[in-house]
């Protein structure tokens, strides 16, 4: 049963990747990096609103992991764009998704206890996003090309080119 919730969400991140790069043109490694950013900082956020130091302090240790991880998500960035090969991660292994989105359930099952003082929603969606990041870690991103957004783009200004008329030349007065 896990293993058939793991594959429906590694299908589910695989399909939001690719339509966000079918869309923007960014690969999933654009979303790696923004998930990847987002977990500390609500991590933060909910140090701040707890005014818990001890959080505050594990919180910097994890700001510094993420800072690593973001140069190693450019990494293999650089590396797909120079071969057109992915690296398999860590979280390509399924035993891995698997222990993270049980730590998420269980701490989602747990979360009234958290959210009682107000300052617990910050923690959850913390943790949601580190999930999401395991998730589109193992996705396969797709070769780059032209985003939906460009080619409308490109259409309408050709429309609009077509619509005005030419630009007339401006004498320039002669002294």
Same mark, same amino acid.
């Given at each position: 049963m896990l293993n058939r919730l793991d594959a429906f969400l590694l299908k589910k991140a695989q399909k939001f990747c690719d339509t966000f790069q079918r869309l923007t043109g960014?690969?999933?490694?654009?979303?790696?990096?923004?998930v990847?950013?987002?977990a500390?900082?609500?991590?933060?956020?909910?140090?701040?609103?707890?005014?818990?130091?001890f959080s505050g302090l594990i919180a910097v240790p994890f700001i510094?992991?993420?800072?690593?991880?973001?140069l190693?998500?450019?990494?293999d960035e650089d590396d797909f764009f120079a071969e057109r +090969?992915?690296? @398999?991660s860590v979280t390509h292994n399924p035993s891995l998704r698997i222990v993270t989105v049980l730590v998420w359930a269980v701490f989602s099952f747990f979360l009234p206890l958290f959210i009682i003082d107000g300052v617990g929603w910050p923690l959850?969606?913390?943790g949601t996003c580190f999930t999401a990041w395991v998730y589109v870690t193992a996705c396969v991103p797709r070769p780059p090309g032209k985003s939906k957004v460009r080619e409308w783009l490109e259409k309408g200004?050709?429309?609009? +080119?077509?619509? @005005?008329?030419?630009?007339a030349p401006i004498p320039i007065p002669s002294r």
């Open positions: 960014f690969t999933k490694f654009r979303i790696q990096k923004w990847a950013i987002a500390p900082v609500f991590y933060l956020g909910s140090a701040i609103l707890r005014c818990d130091p510094f992991s993420t800072i690593i991880t973001v190693e998500i450019e990494d +090969n992915p690296r @398999l959850f969606v913390g200004l050709q429309k609009l +080119n077509s619509f @005005l008329p030419e630009p």
